[in-house]
Structure formats: structure tokens, C-alpha cells
């Protein structure tokens, strides 16, 4: 729910989308956050402003790529974020990668992602290599 609260536009214009992104369990508010994070820290880094429910937003459109969710529902999500939220440039992947691999909840150096399984739930600890989402950037 907290991620409600920090993206950059009303609650109540983002809540519907992300009711059907978002069931009640916590995890499922992990979608987003592997790449989102990663983002949010190479911008803090670079000394360029960012809010968190921006970088977690991309973090949202690229990891929904990586998701075994039809090609219309990654465009839904893709469009109804660049659509309703002035998102930043997502850095590359190269870029990004010494966060990404340093995220929380990675185990045994194994990077982990929470990827949808449909618009409103999530397949939790799913493993992915840096050369496996390099596709997707």
C-alpha cells in the first residue's frame, strides 16, 4: 500500500490499477522493486532527483517484460505508467547491475524477482541472470 502513497499522482487515480496489480499479500508489492531500487539508487548516485514511486514505476514496466503475462497486459502496464506518470529515462542494464545484485531479496547470490503471474498476483523468489534481462532494457 505504501507504494500507493509515493508515486506522483493522486492515490485514488493510480489505487484501481494497481488493485488489479496488486493482490493483499505484501509480497505482491514487491513487483517492480528488484530494477525499481536499482534505479532509485544509480539516480541518488548521479545527484538527480527521483521519488521512489517513479523508479519503482520503470522497475514495474520492465519487470512486468520479464513476467509470464500476455503481451496486452505488459502494453496495459506500460501504457497506463508512461500514460499517468512522468517517468525518467531507465538507465541500461550495465548501468544498473551492481544494485541489482545487491538487492535484499536476492539468496546465495541468485538474483530474485517477484513477476506477475496475472494482473493481481505474483510469482515470488523467481531467479534471473544479469545476461537473461538484459533483453528487456
Same mark, same amino acid.
Given at each position: +500500500?505504501?507504494?500507493?502513497? $509515493?508515486? =506522483?499522482?493522486?492515490?485514488?487515480? #493510480?489505487? =484501481? *490499477?494497481?488493485?488489479? *496489480? $496488486?493482490?493483499?499479500?505484501?509480497?505482491? $508489492?514487491?513487483?517492480?522493486? @528488484?530494477?525499481?531500487?536499482? /534505479?532509485?539508487?544509480?539516480?541518488?548516485?548521479? !545527484?538527480?532527483?527521483?521519488?521512489?514511486?517513479?523508479? %519503482?514505476?520503470?522497475?514495474? %514496466?520492465?519487470?512486468?517484460?520479464?513476467?509470464?503475462?500476455?503481451?496486452?497486459?505488459? &502494453?496495459?502496464?506500460?501504457?497506463? /505508467?508512461?500514460?499517468?506518470?512522468?517517468?525518467?529515462?531507465?538507465?541500461?542494464? @550495465? $548501468?544498473?547491475?551492481?544494485? +541489482?545484485? &545487491?538487492?535484499?531479496?536476492?539468496?546465495? !547470490?541468485? +538474483?530474485? #524477482?517477484?513477476?506477475?503471474?496475472?494482473?493481481?498476483?505474483?510469482?515470488?523468489? &523467481?531467479?534471473? &541472470? +544479469?545476461?537473461?534481462?538484459?533483453?528487456? *532494457?
Amino acid at each position: +500500500i505504501s507504494t500507493i502513497l $509515493v508515486i =506522483p499522482i493522486s492515490p485514488t487515480m #493510480f489505487a =484501481p *490499477f494497481l488493485y488489479k *496489480f $496488486v493482490t493483499n499479500d505484501l509480497r505482491d $508489492v514487491w513487483a517492480g522493486h @528488484t530494477i525499481g531500487h536499482a /534505479i532509485e539508487s544509480y539516480y541518488l548516485e548521479e !545527484g538527480q532527483d527521483i521519488l521512489h514511486g517513479e523508479a %519503482i514505476a520503470l522497475g514495474m %514496466i520492465l519487470e512486468s517484460k520479464m513476467s509470464e503475462i500476455s503481451e496486452s497486459e505488459k &502494453q496495459l502496464i506500460e501504457n497506463y /505508467i508512461t500514460k499517468n506518470l512522468n517517468i525518467p529515462k531507465t538507465p541500461s542494464l @550495465t $548501468v544498473l547491475e551492481k544494485w +541489482i545484485i &545487491q538487492d535484499k531479496k536476492n539468496n546465495d !547470490g541468485k +538474483i530474485q #524477482f517477484s513477476l506477475l503471474e496475472n494482473l493481481g498476483s505474483c510469482s515470488y523468489n &523467481q531467479t534471473k &541472470q +544479469i545476461k537473461d534481462i538484459n533483453e528487456y *532494457f
